[in-house]
């Protein structure tokens, strides 16, 4: 489809703001990839343009999944007995340590590149591991699908199995710099982004070289950021030149102004923490799903949003059991639900639409103009046809567009995806 | 399907304890609609018997929903913004008013019907409305499912739209009766059951006369207790003869020994409170996503099992968002880890395997030796076949058969519903 001026008829639904959400039927335009808004009939002058009609489906901007690990996919739902650092050593280190098989990381990325072209979301930062051949394969397979992502290839050299370690600081810098030359620039859809697993996995060699290559090529950067109340303590023993995590990933050059930086999790964040994210302008990446699913916890995102912290979403997979961000916006509402009446009855349950936006326009930030169809962002638009959860019930015919979209939040999965754009680009 | 002795071949998993699965690659046995056991092989002298081959599909015992609105059906996923007794008043109460029309109550509940064959349910205990006509034609449609159900007229006269009152105590109570006689042994799947909203909803002399009709008739009892802070706030007012919301139940006659009692909710009870509802052996159904999507907290479910009280799960529909069971198992996993890491550290969380059993042979109890394959158990199976979640990923056909059902619980859904028997007869 190439297209320089084109439009979608349907049902559009984008944040106006963070708490309202702005429904009209009508036609989104599109021109050079780019929202030129949402009218209710079509400019006259572009009465001859191509149109696609979507009448009665509702038309949303892309989701932005701003968390998910691409080799954890086959091992998605199930597992979850576990705490975190638990976890990662039964679960997750043996299912990485595969993707030295070449041809076992192009079966599985395979799969995932098609999962993530079936659901709803039109951009993503995704974790490979440390395998570079395996990491060029998965952005590879990612360009294909047309969609915006983040690839990182993952950095780790100590408390990993010897299979998943990179050894020495300096080879495993001088790996990461030959993956950010082959994969920089090489892609139209992909780009690369620094991605040390967490403190604990690398070195402070490694993690101040991470911090010099992001200065150098200025890339963003992507890691895991107070997730599970073990992890804290054992970082405050691994960092006692620091004041706190996010301080410790601050002083080894995580949180630069060259490029932007994604953390994700965030659940216990203090006072001085939070003060420095959101001076540093770090996005947080909410899990609300992985988070319960591995007991962590509920991060305070109502504190967080009150504060001015960049909030996207993620779907954590395979920490959370799915791609469906949908599923992370329900999950967004109902941990926030919790934390309001079990913890602060002072901090108020995060709406719907409030969860909605956090997976378009808050996540969308990460990835500039991106996640709404107001004049000037990125054209990226899916059309949702939930006839199947309308038909599902009896009286859904006369649900609102509000109600219809919250219970997608509920209900929906992916065979609801209609078709899929990205950048202005029909991907699906 | 007649057949007096038969065997289904698959994958056959049952609870062997509350903590412990029973999994054999085999076959289980019906004889007149009662389990025979599972055998690796058929017994020499079975070896010409019907065997329905499910070689390679999950074989469950039938889950059973303790707790299900059939008018709220048509609202489920969305109006998830306020807490319980708003969300009563705003979307509940006009959504059941509607089912004083029979033509409107006949199309909703022959919806919920074939939803609920189509689910994963061998049994529910089911809510209907105030209205005696369609409570009737609700239980004959769900008479003609195969299915195993207790269906209840609700009472209420009090704190209610007028539409949704019955009035004086002595017409609904007359009211109330009439069904009973006309639906007490007119069916062979369906059988009524008392059914108060809760006790805001209903005067003193409407409890006593509930109470009173449980003991002529020997019917079973359900309503709600303890969801809300905001309704046990109401409660303590409305029952200054009572120690407590349990208690106050128990005076009116809820828990008497001439047949079974199950209660919803049950998230704030006091030691009191537990130590009665052991005592007189009251199920709980416990409804954790419901609880979650209305703000309402979290139950103590460990508590719960350890002092010995009968629990089981109910989806809660519409506050819960869905028929499926696996959900509502997932979420009373999820619900306790966070129980235990936000309230109670020394409350460990619920395991898949516990959740299995409380979806199987917990809430089964209510109905009998029902939720399990031992030798004596009402013969209900559900065969899942889980292909199409094995597919969509890569590794999966690697996975255990512990893992595959974990899996059903986060990523499963009616599609996987290959076959379903109640009491030894095929319904799906």
């Known amino acids: 489809m190439t297209e320089k001026r084109f439009a979608l008829k349907g049902i559009c639904i984008y944040s106006k703001d963070r708490e309202i959400l702005e429904i009209k039927d009508g036609y989104v335009l599109c021109e050079n990839g780019v929202s030129q808004g949402v009218f209710e009939a079509l400019p006259e002058a572009d009465s001859d343009i191509k149109c696609y009609d979507f009448s009665g489906k509702l038309i ?18 199930y597992g979850m007995d576990l705490e975190l650092l638990a976890w990662l050593e039964k679960y997750i280190f043996p299912e990485e340590a595969k993707f030295s098989d070449l041809e076992y990381a192009e079966k599985v990325y395979g799969a995932f590149a098609e999962a993530l072209l079936k659901s709803f979301t039109t951009r993503a930062c995704v974790y490979g591991t440390i395998h570079t051949a395996a990491g060029l394969k998965l952005m590879d397979l990612l360009e294909e699908t047309g969609l915006k992502t983040m690839v990182g290839k993952v950095n780790m050299n100590r408390n990993c199995p010897e299979a998943l370690s990179e050894g020495e600081a300096s080879e495993a810098l001088e790996d990461t710099e030959k993956w950010l030359k082959a994969s920089e620039g090489k892609y139209r859809n992909t780009q690369p982004i620094l991605t040390p697993r967490f403190i604990p996995s690398c070195t402070d060699a490694l993690l101040y070289g991470l911090g010099r290559l992001k200065v150098r090529y200025g890339v963003p950067y992507q890691s895991h950021l107070s997730e599970n109340p073990s992890e804290i303590e054992w970082v405050k023993r691994l960092c006692p030149d620091s004041e706190n995590y996010a301080d ?35 996005f947080v990446a909410h899990c609300p799903e992985s988070n319960i699913n591995l007991a962590s916890g509920i991060a305070p995102i109502r504190k967080y949003l009150s504060k001015g912290i960049h909030v996207g979403l993620g779907s954590d997979v395979a920490a959370g059991s799915t791609l469906n961000l949908f599923v992370a916006m329900r999950s967004a509402v109902q941990a926030s639900k919790l934390y309001w009446r079990l913890l602060h009855s002072d901090e108020v349950p995060i709406s719907m639409e409030e969860a909605f936006y956090l997976a378009t326009k808050g996540g969308g930030a990460f990835f500039g103009r991106v996640g709404s169809f107001e004049k000037g962002y990125r054209f990226d638009a899916v059309v949702i046809d939930d006839s199947r959860l309308a038909a599902d019930g009896t009286a859904s015919q006369e649900m609102t567009v509000k109600e219809r979209l919250e219970r997608m939040m509920y209900l929906g999965d992916a065979s609801c995806l209609a078709s899929k754009f990205v950048d202005g680009i029909l991907v699906r």
Chains 1, 2 share one sequence.
């Open 248 to 282: 410790a990933y601050a002083r080894r050059g995580a949180f630069g102004p060259e490029s932007k930086t994604v953390m994700a999790h965030c659940v216990y964040l203090n006072d001085e923490e939070i003060e420095l994210l959101s001076e540093k302008e770090v």
């Open 60 to 77: 949303i901007p892309g989701l932005i999944d701003l968390h998910v690990h691409a080799p954890q996919y086959p091992i998605r739902g």
